[in-house]
């Protein structure tokens, strides 16, 4: 059974820090490319950074710099550390699992980031 299980979400200032995790099982981790997406009430989800099973990452504009996507694949896990955050990061955190070349894309349940003073 597949299962992507988002944590490390919350309230946060602006300016503040939040490290986001996501344990991932019932796949062979190390061959997807992982990555974190979000979703802000009436936009739709957007991709904000992925890694691919050999560690090279890429980046949504507006988080560059202040984001890091990290992966340790002997954990099953993916990390998303947000740093310098502003109100406009404020939305709904998911992780995704995909194989390149292949229908298989899985999501996790989401967890919420709210940036506010």
């Known amino acids: 059974q597949v299962q992507l299980v988002e944590s490390g979400g919350g309230l946060v200032q602006p300016g503040g820090s939040l490290r986001l995790s996501c344990a991932a099982s019932?796949?062979?981790?190390?061959?997807?490319?992982m990555s974190w997406y979000r979703q802000a009430p009436g936009k739709q989800r957007e991709l904000v950074a992925a890694?691919?099973?050999?560690?090279?990452?890429n980046y949504a504009e507006s988080v560059k710099g202040r984001f890091t996507i990290s992966r340790d694949n002997a954990k099953y896990t993916v990390y998303l550390q947000m740093n310098s955050l502003q109100p406009e990061d404020t939305a709904v955190y998911y992780c995704?699992?995909?194989?390149?070349?292949?229908?298989?894309?899985?999501w996790g349940q989401g967890t919420q980031v709210t940036v506010s003073s």
């Open positions: 019932g796949f062979t981790f190390s061959d997807y490319v």
């Open positions: 995704n699992g995909r194989l390149i070349a292949t229908r298989l894309n899985y």
């Open positions: 890694i691919a099973s050999g560690g090279h990452t």
